[in-house]
Nanobody, 119 residues
Framework: QGQFVESGGGSVQAGGPLRLSCVAP??????TFWGAQTAWYRQCPATQ?????????????NYTESVKGRFTISRDNAKKTVHLQMNSLKREDTAVYYC?????????WGQGAQVTVSS
């Protein structure tokens, strides 16, 4: 397929953890994945899609201010996967989470993973 495939979403109580994973598009070869800056984005009905966390080919990470200290992005180049460990979840984290590159590539958007945090 031509999109990232996200998994691991679900419902969780505030303060709890959740781990998301995504697999790069099947047609993306290993070397391309290795050289790409990969990222997790999120979107809720009332907001624009925003960049949550990114990780570069060399392992450098960046996070949006609201998740710093709580979320950790990682990647497994051999498996062409990207992970997002989310701890101390807040109700405001409720959204659909997507993987893509930085900059985002339109055709790579998948179905996303719904994360619902209840208080």
């Amino acid at each position: 397929q031509g999109q990232f495939v996200e998994s691991g979403g679900g419902s969780v109580q505030a303060g709890g953890p959740l781990r998301l994973s995504c697999v790069a598009p099947r047609r993306m070869i290993l070397s391309t994945f290795w050289g790409a800056q990969t990222a997790w984005y999120r979107q809720c009905p009332a907001t624009q899609r925003e960049l949550v966390a990114s990780i570069g080919s060399g392992g450098k990470t960046n996070y949006t201010e609201s998740v710093k200290g709580r979320f950790t992005i990682s990647r497994d180049n051999a498996k062409k996967t990207v992970h997002l460990q989310m701890n101390s979840l807040k109700r405001e984290d409720t959204a659909v989470y997507y993987c893509n590159l930085v900059p985002q590539y339109r055709t790579y958007w998948g179905q996303g993973a719904q994360v619902t945090v209840s208080s």
